[in-house]
T-cell receptor, first 112, second 109 residues
Framework: NAGVTQTPKFQVLKTGQSMTLQCAQDMNHNSMYWYRQDPGMGLRLIYYSASEGTTDKGEVPNGYNVSRLNKREFSLRLESAAPSQTSVYFC???????????FGNGTRLTVT | GEDVEQSLFLSVREGDSSVINCTYTDSSSTYLYWYKQEPGAGLQLLTYIFSNMDMKQDQRLTVLLNKKDKHLSLRIADTQTGDSAIYFCAPRGANNLFFGTGTRLTVIP
């Protein structure tokens, strides 16, 4: 009963390096989301995917790209990491209607 | 987007009731959620209320919704030390949940 799985759990990058955050869900949900959480600011939406093959920008998309590889997987890529991208990143999935979002446990990213 | 506001901190004594308040701006939100986040963990759904309801009770949790004032509250009865966490109010928009800053609840033994 894994739910939403994110890898890695922790990552340290140097400014300018690139990396991909992975997210997979085993609940057959249509929609998937990437949020970032910063102290005192709640969660802000980076990108979302309403269904396989579609992606849309959220509130803070600059500096990120996403890929909805298949129904299960939704990855977030930082092409050239910046210290302002130091944050905790959460992936979530959602079936439809009024059902709640299901969250992964987060990836803690530090950019030095 | 929607603005969601919560107080940052709340301290209560063990056994007392806790009330966490939230105000939001988008009156078209159909579902309003409460999530709990423990240190180092993801967000866990606590409860939610549909916008045509005024109140929902779920064991120790009571959610009150004043749609006219766009005010949502979460009451935790008989608060325990295990309830210490950050609580997020999250109204649902068309394609997204909008999160407040979260209220850090500290339970004093």
């Amino acid at each position: 009963n894994a739910g939403v799985t994110q890898t890695p759990k922790f990552q340290v990058l140097k400014t300018g390096q690139s990396m991909t955050l992975q997210c997979a869900q085993d609940m057959n949900h249509n929609s998937m989301y990437w949020y970032r959480q910063d102290p005192g600011m709640g969660l802000r939406l980076i990108y979302y995917s309403a269904s396989e093959g579609t992606t849309d920008k959220g509130e803070v998309p600059n500096g990120y790209n996403v890929s909805r590889l298949n129904k299960r997987e939704f990855s977030l890529r930082l092409e050239s990491a910046a210290p302002s991208q130091t944050s905790v990143y959460f992936c979530a999935s959602y079936p439809s209607g009024g059902s709640p979002l299901h969250f992964g446990n987060g990836t803690r990213l530090t950019v030095t | 987007g929607e603005d969601v506001e919560q107080s940052l901190f709340l301290s209560v004594r063990e056994g007392d009731s806790s009330v966490i308040n939230c105000t939001y701006t988008d009156s078209s939100s159909t579902y309003l959620y409460w999530y709990k986040q423990e240190p180092g963990a993801g967000l866990q759904l606590l409860t939610y209320i549909f916008s045509n309801m005024d109140m929902k009770q779920d064991q120790r949790l009571t959610v009150l919704l004043n749609k006219k004032d766009k005010h949502l509250s979460l009451r935790i009865a008989d608060t325990q030390t295990g309830d210490s966490a950050i609580y997020f109010c999250a109204p649902r928009g068309a394609n997204n949940l909008f999160f407040g800053t979260g209220t850090r609840l500290t339970v004093i033994p």
